[in-house]
């Protein structure tokens, strides 16, 4: 191992928080250097990741949703416009106060999230029936003044890849569908991702403000906590009061629209490292890997014939759409496995001159560490087949491990000893004063009631002692 590489050695992952921090800067995912708190910088190889993985939350909301930009700087009359909404973000705003040196006679906001930027517009497009449901997302940035300490990916005062979707129904019903919609899509896209999330209603004092309820779907991290990945909001008639949003209905009459909306960040990219990383680096799903594979020359001193044969490769591994990459440097073998490990490729190819002459290759997961040999003359299909196995295979043994770490109990003393390992299932009367009291005494947070339970006996809550129709989801949050 040279210098340099001893240098990129990550710490074991069991102790996360570090490995997450290194794993950043080594793999080549964010730079943590730029000189403001709480604001990064992409690497190219990192970008591209994130590249990936929205190409498939646009193809998914493509299907009814179309793709729309709205301006960063929201005007201070519009912003406090909706009173709830505002007190949850009063303390974190950035102002624009100046242009240039003269004052502003407007102070505008930087968004840290555009439904006072959006539904101003909203009143002047919806008309009548016919103008809905209106389904409309954009990508941006947002700025959120984030006191707590911040870090890469997780907790930021530059949201770089907010995805925000808004929008408007004629009906509550109607809107109340949408959410459920957005869960969907969302847990798709974290399929596809490899990442299992948990969907819950969140408590009312844990909701988006200004909305009548909150979904949100979570990830389980390898520190035991669970990070926030993609929320959907049931905003009801809310901000389509303050900000005069009707329609006329087919009798004539003006009504007040129902609307929603939903996000997810770049937190969606810190669970898919996170959950799927371990000691030697990323371990990337075929569908969002910059790379897909790796084809590492095994040469000596007349490589000519095996270089033409991995070029030979290339391409035809380039002709069935995958992407593909030859390292032909000067370093090792050994050198190469290290680095494209680090990168998460999820598949390695291996040709030497016995491997020539035996018309095969040598194939290596980078989940499993497997290795078998392919024939060269079926190559493609061989290749191919193989990156579907590891991309289930990572869904496959994320779930388990979800599955393993979710705990059922029944008081708090159990909640405390079992939240450092995961995620526990407790009765819950439904009682606001007993909800904070569970959170208060335990340390942790509710997440909330599980989508999709029945409700019915559960057990006693633990605080009050009342039967219980629901059990909720426990856990340390990020």
């Given amino acids: 191992m040279t210098e340099k590489e001893k240098e990129a050695t990550l710490p074991a992952k069991k102790d996360f928080s570090e490995w997450y921090n290194e794993l950043l800067q080594v793999a080549e995912i964010m730079d943590v250097r730029y000189p403001v708190k709480g604001l990064y910088v992409w690497y190219p190889f990192g970008f591209t990741i994130r590249k990936n993985v929205y190409n498939i939350i646009r193809e998914l909301l493509d299907r009814d949703h179309m793709e729309t930009m709205f301006p960063l700087l929201i005007p201070e009359h519009e912003f406090m416009k909706e009173a709830e909404h505002i007190k949850g973000f009063e303390d974190e705003v950035y102002w624009v106060t100046h242009g240039g040196t003269s004052p502003l006679d407007v102070k505008l906001a930087l968004r840290p999230t555009s439904e006072t930027a ?172 910059p790379i897909q594979v790796v084809i590492i020359p095994i040469v000596f001193k007349d490589s000519s014939d095996v270089i033409h044969a991995c070029e030979k490769v290339q391409q035809l591994l380039q002709d069935a759409g995958i992407r593909v990459k030859i390292d032909l440097s000067d370093d090792r073998p050994g050198a190469k496995y290290y680095r494209w490990e680090m990168k998460g490729v999820p598949l390695r190819l291996e040709i030497g001159p016995r491997d020539l002459k035996n018309g095969v290759a040598v194939l290596v997961r980078r989940d499993t560490g497997e290795k078998r040999q392919a024939p060269l003359e079926n190559i493609s299909h061989e290749t191919q087949e193989t990156l579907e196995v590891i991309q289930s295979a990572l869904f496959e043994k994320a779930v388990a491990d979800v599955q393993a770490r979710i705990f059922t109990c029944s008081s708090l003393e159990d909640v405390k000893e079992k939240l450092p390992e995961g995620i526990a299932l407790l009765p819950w009367c439904g009682d606001k004063a007993c909800g904070l009291q569970i959170e208060e005494k335990i340390g942790a947070g509710i997440l909330g009631i599980p989508t999709g339970q029945e409700e019915g006996h559960k057990g006693q809550c633990p605080v009050c002692g009342k039967d219980a129709s629901v059990k909720v989801y426990v856990a340390r949050k990020y």
């Fill in 118 to 289: 959006i539904y101003p517009m909203y009143k002047l497009w919806v008309r009548s029936h016919a103008d809905l449901p209106l389904k409309l997302y954009q990508v941006v940035n947002t700025f959120r003044y984030e006191t707590k300490h911040t870090r890469p990916l997780i907790r930021l005062r530059e949201i770089t890849s907010f995805k925000e979707a808004h929008t408007v129904h004629a009906t509550w019903e109607e809107a109340a569908e949408q959410v459920d919609e957005a869960i969907r899509i969302y847990t798709e896209f974290y399929k596809r991702l490899a990442v299992p999330v948990l969907a819950s209603k969140r408590p009312d004092w844990d909701k988006f403000p200004g909305a009548d309820y909150t979904i949100a779907v979570d990830a389980l991290m390898p520190d035991g906590k669970t990070l926030q990945v993609g929320t959907a909001h049931h905003l009801g008639d809310n901000f389509a009061r303050t900000f005069d949003i009707k329609y006329e209905n087919p009798a004539g009459e003006q009504v007040y629209v129902h609307q929603t909306c939903y996000g997810v960040s770049e937190r969606s990219i810190a669970a898919l490292i996170s959950i799927h990383g371990d000691d030697k680096g990323l371990v990337l799903p075929p569908e969002v890997a």
